[in-house]
Every structure is written in C-alpha cells, then in structure tokens.
C-alpha cells in the first residue's frame, strides 16, 4: 500500500479519530458513518449529530495531514456493516493548508 512508506519517511503525519463527544471511545456506540457511493467510486464521511464529533483526536489541529476515522459503513441499501478506519487526507502536502472537503 501507499499509506505505510509515506508513515515511515514521515512524509504524512497521522491522527486518530475515533473517539466522539457523546460516547467517548465507546466503538459500539460511533454515530458517524462512511456511506458507499458507487456511481463516485467514494466514501462519504457524515457526522449525523453533536454527539458523533469526533473528540480529542490528538495532533488534528495543527500538525495531522491525515486522520484515520472511525465509522460506521454503510453499503447499499442501508445496511450497516459495522465500524470500520478510513484515511482521510487533512491537509495539503505542499503547503499544510486545509484540504476543502477531504475525502477518504
């Protein structure tokens, strides 16, 4: 994969995101959900509540690039396979500017 060289050569800086305001790390309880978009080839991050941001998700503010978040994902037809990590990517690689709506 191209995720684990680009970690090691420290050419991405990672955060975790799980942990959500209204359940701490409680993984059964994750409210926020990656739904399969297949026409797009895509998975699309939703934070359904107040309760589903993500809390405390260490470096996030100022040194992350990408985050691994934790979310429910949801296949077609609505089913719910279960939480599972997405990478996201935060922030530019050129330049640390916030990427406008990141994408798994």
């Known amino acids: 994969g191209e995720w684990l060289p680009r970690a090691e050569s420290l050419s991405i800086i990672g955060c975790y995101a799980q942990t959500e ?4 790390s409680n993984v059964r309880g994750i409210e ?3 739904t399969y978009k297949r026409e797009e080839d895509e998975f699309e991050i939703h934070t359904p509540s ?3 941001v993500k809390w405390w ?3 996030l503010g100022r040194s992350a690039t990408h985050a691994m ?3 429910r994902l949801i296949l077609e037809g ?3 396979a ?3 990590g997405f990478i996201v990517q935060l922030r530019s690689l050129d330049t640390h500017q916030e990427t406008p709506n990141p994408k798994p």
């Open 57 to 59: 998700p260490g470096t």
């Open 50 to 52: 107040l309760s589903a």
């Open 21 to 24: 305001l209204g359940h701490g």
């Open 69 to 71: 978040v934790h979310a």
């Open 78 to 80: 609505g089913k719910d």
């Open 32 to 34: 926020t959900t990656a």
């Open 82 to 84: 279960g939480v599972h």
